[in-house]
């Protein structure tokens, strides 16, 4: 495609509940990112992708999220047992380096 | 760790002035930095990307300057019009801890008015 897709676009979820947010990112960039921006705040760092790997987890915030990504394409970030204080935008970017990175439009997540 | 600060949080001026929007970090050992445009509602829109070996760079109205060992951006937009309305954002890619991972400051909501 051309640009990052991310979906849904609006995810409202029950607190307790497991959430799948999905992101494809632009064909061939083989960098891919993962941030959070909550309202009023600044962007937050969750998680890199080089490839399949993930050399830099450091932002996850609880050992409720995680993210995979296969085939150099496709990453999920999953919530599971969302709390209210999950409730954001999170917002996915890929990049070839040098080139910057391309932003997707996000996903806002609402926990109620 | 590195931490990057936006001066002023928000402005407002009428159309047709130059403006300067301030970025400041901590940590001079960076790869690049970025300034990103974001509309209400939207994601980021890459404007422009300095090399930490670069001075600055332009496009259209646009002019950023990086002075790495000051730790400071100026993103420089000429003659505003209401369409530039919108929140900057200036980032840093980190030499050290996760190369890769760009630090972002707060922002500058900027409005332009007619």
């Known amino acids: 495609g051309a640009g990052v897709s991310q979906s849904p676009s609006n995810k409202v979820t029950e607190k307790g509940k497991d959430v799948e947010l999905r992101c494809d990112p632009i064909s061939g960039h083989t960098a891919l990112y993962w941030y959070r921006q909550s309202l009023g705040q600044g962007l937050e760092f969750l998680i890199y992708?080089?490839?399949?790997?993930?050399?830099?987890k450091s932002g996850l915030p609880s050992d409720r999220f995680s993210a995979e990504r296969t085939g150099g394409s496709v990453s999920t970030l999953t919530i599971q047992r969302t709390q209210q204080e999950d409730s954001a935008v999170y917002l996915c970017?890929?990049?070839?380096?040098?080139?910057?990175?391309?932003f997707g439009s996000g996903t806002r997540l609402t926990v109620v | 760790k590195q931490e990057v600060t936006q001066i002023p949080a928000a402005l407002s001026v009428p159309e047709g002035e130059n403006l300067v929007l301030n970025c400041s970090f901590t940590?001079?050992?960076?790869?690049?930095l970025q300034w990103f445009r974001q509309d209400p509602g939207k994601g980021l829109t890459s404007l422009l990307l300095i090399q930490s070996s670069q001075r600055e760079q332009t496009s259209g109205r646009l002019n950023a300057s990086l002075d790495k060992s000051s730790g400071r951006s100026t993103l420089y937009i000429a003659a505003s019009q209401p369409g530039d309305s919108a929140t900057y954002l200036c980032?840093?890619?980190?030499?050290?801890?996760?190369?890769?991972?760009?630090?972002f400051g707060t922002g500058t909501q900027l409005k332009v008015e007619l």
């Open positions: 992708f080089q490839g399949n790997s993930a050399p830099d």
């Open positions: 940590d001079s050992a960076i790869y690049n």
């Open positions: 980032a840093v890619e980190g030499v050290t801890g996760g190369g890769n991972k760009l630090t």
């Open positions: 970017a890929s990049s070839l380096r040098p080139m910057p990175l391309q």
